[in-house]
């Protein structure tokens, strides 16, 4: 049983940036694939990034250029750096994980309790 939890979220301005951890623990963290999702109000969860088990990284059109998802295996955590905010990134933001392999639907096994990111205008 694999147990996420995230952290970094905030307030920032446009233009701004911030980057969220999420920490890993109870498996084997090098082995499973990460991603993380938003969801902004009266939205459906939407994928944002994902990292595979060997690296290989994905990132959504919508925040191609100014979002980064990375891994520390040795740290048992993922990140997500977020740059150039802008006030529609406005959403919780929640990591989750699945063995090994990415996909950029919600069929992720493991999910974290969220972290607000508001970007004011």
């Known amino acids: 049983q694999v147990q996420l939890v995230e952290s970094g979220g905030g307030l920032v301005q446009a233009g701004g940036s911030l980057r969220l951890s999420c920490a890993a623990s109870?498996?084997?963290?090098?082995?499973?694939?990460m991603a993380w999702f938003r969801q902004a109000p009266g939205k459906e969860r939407e994928f944002v990034a994902a990292?595979?088990?060997?690296?290989?990284?994905y990132v959504a059109d919508s925040v191609k250029g100014r979002f980064t998802i990375s891994r520390d295996n040795a740290k048992n955590t993922g990140y997500l750096q977020m740059n150039s905010l802008e006030p529609e990134d406005t959403a919780v933001y929640y990591c989750?994980?699945?063995?090994?392999?990415?996909?950029?639907?919600?069929?992720?096994?493991?999910w974290g309790q969220g972290t607000q990111v508001s970007v004011s205008s």
């Open positions: 989750a994980a699945r063995w090994r392999f990415v996909v950029t639907t919600p069929e992720y096994d493991y």
């Open positions: 109870g498996g084997t963290f090098s082995r499973y694939a």
């Open positions: 990292i595979s088990w060997s690296g290989s990284t």
